[in-house]
């Protein structure tokens, strides 16, 4: 069992950042893919980016491709959403969710945080 619980989410303005962490507990992330959804109100949760175990293969659709980056802690057991400039669209709650492949991180993942708000202010 992974409990993933996810930190550093907040109010900012248009253009801004943040940086959203995701720490594991039960075992040791090293050996899952890892992956970040988002929910807006109304919507239907929605993949924003993926990384394989080895931290070699990322994947990011268009909507957040050169703007948000997916990285890992150098313990292993924690992993990052670098966000930068922030869009009002990009205002969700944000989930953090393991898989033991890359491909079930992208999908359908086995574990997920409680998420984290993110709020953009036009």
């Known amino acids: 069992q992974v409990q993933l619980v996810e930190s550093g989410g907040g109010l900012v303005q248009a253009g801004g950042s943040l940086r959203l962490s995701c720490a594991a507990s039960?075992?040791?992330?090293?050996?899952?893919?890892m992956g970040w959804f988002r929910q807006a109100p109304g919507k239907e949760r929605e993949f924003v980016v993926a990384?394989?175990?080895?931290?070699?293969?990322?994947y990011y659709p268009d909507s957040v491709k050169g703007r948000f980056t997916i990285s890992r802690g150098n313990a292993k057991n924690t992993v990052y959403l670098q966000m930068n400039d922030l869009k009002p669209e990009d205002t969700a709650v944000y989930y953090c969710?393991?898989?033991?492949?890359?491909?079930?991180?992208?999908?359908?993942?086995?574990?997920w945080g409680q998420g984290t708000q993110v709020t953009v202010s036009s």
């Open positions: 969710a393991a898989a033991l492949t890359v491909s079930t991180a992208k999908s359908q993942p086995a574990y």
């Open positions: 039960g075992r040791t992330l090293s050996t899952y893919a």
């Open positions: 990384i394989s175990g080895t931290g070699i293969t990322t």
